[in-house]
């Protein structure tokens, strides 16, 4: 299968953005919340992904978390406590993007 056109890629893309949008009004109507996590290696177009999603809903409703180094406090907790900070509060979304570079010989899962 060759590369899709822009118009074709657009026209495609249309109605599953249009359904994105409605998922988040309903996240926010019904006060639900949604976490999204996107785990993979780095390069793997996780950051796109999560870009193509966020550009399409308020910033106010959808937080995108990408979590840094421990410290040496997080470094001795379970692994998941340092995303229970993060996660959303009624109506909202967060996209958790978890690289496993990011883990790699730094985090103990």
């Given at each position: 299968?060759?590369?899709l056109?822009?118009?074709?890629?657009?026209a495609?893309?249309?109605?599953?953005?249009?359904?994105?949008?409605?998922m988040?009004r309903?996240?926010?109507?019904?006060?639900?919340r949604?976490v999204?996590l996107f785990?993979?290696?780095d390069?793997?177009g996780k950051?796109?992904?999560?870009?193509?999603?966020a550009?399409?809903?308020?910033p106010?409703?959808?937080?995108v978390?990408?979590?840094?180094?421990?410290?040496?406090?997080?470094?001795?907790?379970w692994?998941?406590?340092?995303?229970?900070?993060?996660?959303?509060?009624a109506?909202?979304?967060?996209?958790?993007?978890?690289?496993?570079?990011n883990?790699?010989?730094?985090?103990?899962?």
């Amino acid at each position: 299968m060759g590369r899709l056109k822009r118009k074709q890629y657009e026209a495609l893309l249309e109605p599953l953005e249009e359904e994105l949008v409605a998922m988040a009004r309903w996240v926010a109507e019904s006060g639900q919340r949604l976490v999204v996590l996107f785990e993979g290696r780095d390069t793997a177009g996780k950051g796109g992904v999560i870009k193509a999603i966020a550009d399409r809903l308020n910033p106010r409703q959808c937080r995108v978390i990408a979590l840094g180094k421990p410290s040496e406090e997080e470094r001795h907790q379970w692994y998941f406590q340092r995303y229970v900070a993060h996660l959303p509060c009624a109506g909202q979304i967060t996209l958790l993007d978890r690289s496993w570079y990011n883990r790699a010989g730094v985090e103990k899962v």
